[in-house]
């Protein structure tokens, strides 16, 4: 299992997510995209324009390190936040349609499908995904 359906839910509501690559001098980089999930492939595929001409782009095809996150803020009072985390290994995949997709390795979600539980009484899961 890669994902709970809870955590699906919420990955299907929302419309931009982080994605972290690192440079081949070793500076990290933080992105906002748009994503889907894959259900065929089990991976989150970023799409965008120009893709394949982009520095995370190049930067994925030259080492495949990528953490990507998802997270808003539902409410402020009580305060609640909600956050998916994804660790895996990135594949850039050129070609008309170049895309990014992240093979999940590590997931790490906060608030999700807790909507009945005290903010601070909600719980982090962490779990590792097989390949």
Not at 102 to 126: A, M, W
Request: aromatic letters at 6%.
């Amino acid at each position: 299992m890669t994902f709970t359906a809870s955590e699906l839910e919420y990955l299907a509501a929302q419309p931009l997510g982080r994605l972290a690559t690192v440079q081949p001098d070793g500076t990290l980089q933080v992105s906002p995209v748009g994503f889907t999930w894959n259900p065929e492939t089990a991976t989150i595929d970023i799409r965008g324009f120009s893709m394949a001409a982009s520095r995370k782009f190049r930067n994925v095809a030259a080492n495949g390190r990528v953490a990507f996150v998802v997270d808003d803020l539902p409410s402020t009072d009580p305060w609640r936040v909600r956050c998916l985390e994804i660790r895996g290994d990135g594949e850039a995949v050129d070609g008309p349609e170049a895309i990014i997709r992240i093979h999940p390795r590590r997931v790490i979600s906060f608030g999700i499908g807790e909507t009945d539980t005290e903010p601070h009484r909600l719980t982090v899961s962490k779990r590792d995904v097989s390949a």
